[in-house]
């Protein structure tokens, strides 16, 4: 009966908590167990015992050893909400069939079908809902959105809009910013599509229909396309490929590679890279009224430059928007609000932005340090649940108000409002209230300078219902937002952990064994090679799990990985008494929600890209986080109900984390930064307004860089071939590489738009092997594919035997061990690469569709299609030395080939790398066997 095995896992919870899983004691074992295999409580629970059929006692087991413990879980409340099998009960008024179409609508499934033969792109028939379960849906999640705490704000967020062109809005994890605010915003009278006469750059007047849309920016495509998903299912609308022909929607997202917007869209999720393709054609930003800068503490290289476009948009004459000004919303749970209001500031006002002063450098600096040590005495001294309660309503003034705060720049995770869940309550009650009217009555605070600009209650009304405040001289409005919806308890170690890889894994475990469900589990790591290895040792452990304990699904989410791939980590789980177990990188850090995660294992690193001067190249290396991406991790628990975040560092290490991260245009090659800013008419890009300017020497290098691939001319300006570059959807060596094979002397341009989009799929196209077994069937297997000339022409190899096949593209990769998704995402990218070449006229005419015969590439043939690239890369070059090692050519570094080269272990004259990562040295990886006299030649020697 599902009783039973509910009840027995209740049990066997029980009695798990009872001997206390202590993370403290439990670190002190770490290094023994790791060579015995993992023998905690955790595992006592819940694996099969061994063959004596006892399993190990554990040293946790005693609750004096115990010094901090995770929660004793709320098993009553638990099993009211949920079935016996530990499933989510059905709502009472949704039947099954409505209860399924809802999750699909919520973002927790794919809002599409995987049929194994169809191509990436070419999404399969939409089923889905209709119109009348989309909208019975709606009226269930409004109940939902009217309780985040950003619908305290709705009237003010829109009042400071009216009154300002800038609005600053920094609101904890989850408190609704992404998926609210546009909301709140696009039925907003100055949201309109608007006849103007706009004046071009050469005088030129033109009548043009200006605004009408909302551009809301994410810094990852998943994020994008989720958000978008959840703000139709919120509206009631479809958003799928079918829909958009047929219905009108409100709502779509664009990503590269893939964009799905409704005809009459008036909100659109949009990558940052995307917004700024469209600055392209569009410097003025003329279809939108407003442009939402999402999770702005990121500070990608993409995000500094859209906010210095927009800065020079709100400040410029306008003319180029026929006079209509566009608004700029810039929001993150982790803002500070200093720097970007002195860069937003009207010139002239206070702050004021000085160009070159860094104002960005160090966002959030007011990050309450004894917000974690609350948290953690949480975990050293457990508090009776009334005691959390007490936290919460200390801090609310006699009338029940939130206490208003002295400090404008107060970061979201305020030591005295992070962890306390009561702000829900106020929430709650406002749901409550259904006029917006009333709403306007409800406390309101709008800080400037640390001031109190707006009364505290009974605020009167203007004309059109919104509440009146006082208008920011410099323009810049502000808004916080206090309180996230559910509670996250966090916890940390007590001793330095030395091997956070094994202590993920009992984390986990632990986790599994001890917690009821439902409650999945997001874990952060680093790679996708961590990711990997741990799937397979959490499958192991899995298979050994008894009956009685939940089985555990296991699923990989990080930037390689196919969209549709990324998409299976939101799906609910469908099996019965099944926990989820997410692991990610930091794709997953900000902005997303993933669709039943209540557990977050932060392990506190992550591999960031770093331009390495000596090296003159970008490596990728593992680093501590900051305080901001640690916040930002706890925060995607407790999106849906209470949540805890186990960090495997202790609260020392996080106490000397730094704040925040250096914007990326501080520590990367900024080629791409020059390219985009000159491609949209920046002359001098010293000058261009950023909240941090890199060093002028990187600017420098970048611009020579530039000049030697041709794409700049003398005197700094673009050329025909900077601008083609700029086109190209594709990092700027990647465009270059492009048009040089287009020329008649190379003739290559089929074969590098072939390598090109397997390179681009973000995605490894070739599988590892998960034994020794498979290891040599692949091989000998992938002997029609590899080749010796390197990774290139193997790649290229491959996408022609792929496009080549004629009867089961999906068993080929199955036998090369080659992944169908990024053989299809590649073929996406490769149609689109041909068509911009077409646009282009860099190829003449449509390339014959496939199936094509299967012809190898010829050597020589082969030789042209890498000179190609080395016209691009000539800096990724390395000689093998006299010692057997290769150096260099920039650096004169010694660098390895990587195991993941076919040309891995090839002693080889000279060789060309496109990437770069360092992990316990130097590796390089896309490797091609080159010859030493291309190098000189390439540089003129
Ligand atoms: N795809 C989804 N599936 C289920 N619930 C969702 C989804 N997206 C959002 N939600 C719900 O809406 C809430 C608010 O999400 P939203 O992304 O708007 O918050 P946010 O303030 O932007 O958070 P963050 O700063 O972490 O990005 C979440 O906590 C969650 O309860």
């Known amino acids: 009966m599902p009783e039973k095995v509910y009840k027995k896992f209740g049990e066997e919870a029980t009695s798990a908590e009872s001997q206390k899983p202590d993370i403290k004691v439990e670190e002190k074992q770490r290094p023994s167990e790791k060579s015995s295999g993992l023998n905690g409580t955790a595992l006592a629970n819940g694996l099969k015992r061994s063959q004596d059929g006892n399993p190990k006692q554990s040293r946790t087991s005693s609750p004096q050893n115990s010094t901090s413990q995770i929660n004793k879980p709320e098993k009553r409340k638990e099993h009211a909400d949920h079935d016996d099998n530990g499933r989510a009960r059905k709502s009472p008024k949704l039947n099954g069939v409505e209860n399924k179409r809802m999750q699909e609508q919520t973002g927790s499934r794919p809002q599409f079908e995987n049929k194994s033969n169809s191509h990436v792109g070419d999404r399969p028939q939409y089923q889905g809902p209709s119109r009348k379960d989309l909208e019975r849906n709606a009226a269930v999640l409004d109940k939902t959105r009217r309780k985040l705490p950003v619908w305290l704000k709705k009237m003010d967020i829109r009042w400071g809009l009216r009154h300002h062109d800038i609005l600053l809005l920094n609101g904890e994890t989850g408190s609704g910013k992404s998926t609210q605010v546009p909301q709140f915003l696009y039925t907003e009278p100055w949201c309109v599509r608007q006849p103007v006469v706009i004046e071009k750059e050469d005088g030129r007047k033109e009548e043009a229909k200006v605004g009408g849309m909302i551009a809301i920016t994410q810094p990852r495509r998943i994020a994008a396309i989720t958000l978008a998903q959840r703000v139709a299912a919120e509206m009631g609308q479809p958003l799928n490929k079918a829909s958009i022909k047929k219905e009108p929607g409100t709502v779509g997202y664009s990503v590269r590679f893939d964009s799905m917007v409704p005809k009459d869209a008036k909100i659109k999720f949009v990558t940052e890279g995307i917004l700024l393709q469209e600055m392209l054609s569009d410097p003025h930003l003329t279809r939108y009224s407003a442009v939402i800068v999402d999770e702005v503490h990121e500070r990608s290289m993409d995000v500094d430059l859209i906010l210095g476009f927009l800065r020079n948009i709100v400040h410029g004459d306008l003319k180029g928007r026929g006079g209509v000004p566009l608004k700029v919303i810039i929001m993150s749970a982790t803002l500070d609000k200093g720097g970007i209001e002195a860069f937003f500031a009207k010139p002239g006002t206070q702050p004021g932005y000085v160009l070159g002063h860094s104002y960005g450098k160090v966002l959030a600096t007011d990050l309450p340090e004894d917000a974690v040590k609350e948290n953690t005495e949480e975990k050293f001294n457990p508090k009776p649940p009334h005691m959390k309660k007490q936290i ?48 306007s009555n409800v406390a309101k605070h709008t800080m400037t300078n640390g001031v109190d600009t707006k009364a505290d209650v009974g605020t009167p009304l203007d004309q059109a219902g919104i509440s009146r405040g006082v208008v920011s001289p410099n323009g810049v409005a502000y808004e916080y937002i206090r309180g996230r919806q559910h509670e996250v308890q966090t916890l940390c170690e007590v001793q330095p952990v030395q091997d956070y890889q094994h202590a993920m894994l009992q984390t986990i475990l632990q986790l599994h064994t001890s917690e009821p469900l439902p409650g999945d589990v997001l874990a952060f790591l680093t790679g996708q090679d961590e990711i990997e290895s741990l799937q397979v040792e959490l499958e192991k452990y899995s298979a050994m799990l008894t009956a009685n304990v939940p089985k555990m699904e296991v699923k990989p989410l990080h930037g390689s990985l196919s969209p549709e791939a990324q998409q299976d980590a939101f799906v609910k789980v469908q099996k019965k008494f099944t926990r989820k177990v997410v692991l990610a990188t930091n794709i997953a ?158 003739d290559c341009l089929l074969e590098v738009i072939d390598i090109l989009a397997c390179l681009n799929t973000d995605n490894e196209i070739f599988l590892q092997p998960k034994s020794e077994e498979q290891n040599e069937t692949m091989n000998e297997n992938r002997s029609d594919i590899y080749r010796r000339e390197g990774d290139l022409i193997t790649l290229l190899t491959t996408m022609q035997r792929y496009a080549a096949e004629n009867t089961n593209r999906n068993d080929w990769c199955q036998k090369h061990l080659v992944s169908v998704r990024a053989m299809k995402l590649a073929c996406t990218i490769r149609k689109q690469l041909r068509q911009i070449c077409l646009n282009e006229k860099l190829l003449s005419e449509q390339p014959p569709a496939d199936p094509q015969p299967f012809e190898p590439i010829t050597p020589d043939k082969a030789s042209v299609v890498m000179k190609t690239f080395l016209k691009a890369f000539i800096k990724e070059t ?64």
């Open 589 to 746: 850090e900000t902005s997303l929600t993933v669709a039943g995660v209540r557990y977050v294992v932060d392990c506190g690193k992550a591999k960031v890209k770093q331009y390495r001067p000596h090296l003159g190249m970008e490596s990728l290396l593992i680093k501590p986080i900051s305080k901001v991406s640690a916040i930002q991790r706890a925060g995607r628990a407790g999106r849906e109900a209470k949540g805890k975040c186990i960090r495997i560092y202790t609260n020392a290490e996080y106490l000397k984390m730094d704040q925040d991260e250096l914007p990326e245009i501080m520590r990367c090659n900024v080629i791409e930064a020059v390219l985009k800013m000159k491609a949209r008419g920046v002359e001098d890009v010293l000058t261009f307004p950023l909240m941090d300017s890199p060093d002028v020497m990187y600017m420098e290098k970048a611009l020579n860089h530039l000049y030697a691939m041709d794409a700049l001319d003398e005197n700094g300006s673009l050329t025909k071939v900077g601008k083609q570059m700029a086109k190209f959807p594709l990092p700027a060596t990647h465009g270059r590489v492009l048009i040089a094979a287009a020329d008649s002397s190379a």
């Open 392 to 439: 919460g309503n200390a801090k609310r003034t006699t009338n029940g108000k939130p206490e208003k705060m002295d400090d404008s720049r107060r970061s979201s995770l305020d030591s005295e409002y992070s962890s306390w869940s009561g702000f829900s309550e106020t929430a709650e009650d406002t749901s409550k209230i259904t006029n917006e009217d009333k709403i």
């Open 878 to 941: 390395a000689i093998l030395g006299p010692d057997g090692s290769y150096k260099t050519t920039a650096g004169k570094e010694s660098i390895h080939i990587h195991p993941s080269s076919v040309l891995y272990g090839k002693k080889l004259e000279a060789i060309m790398f496109l990437q770069h990562v360092f992990t316990t040295k130097n590796y390089a990886k896309k490797v091609s066997a080159i010859q030493a006299d291309w190098i000189a030649e390439q540089y003129g020697l």
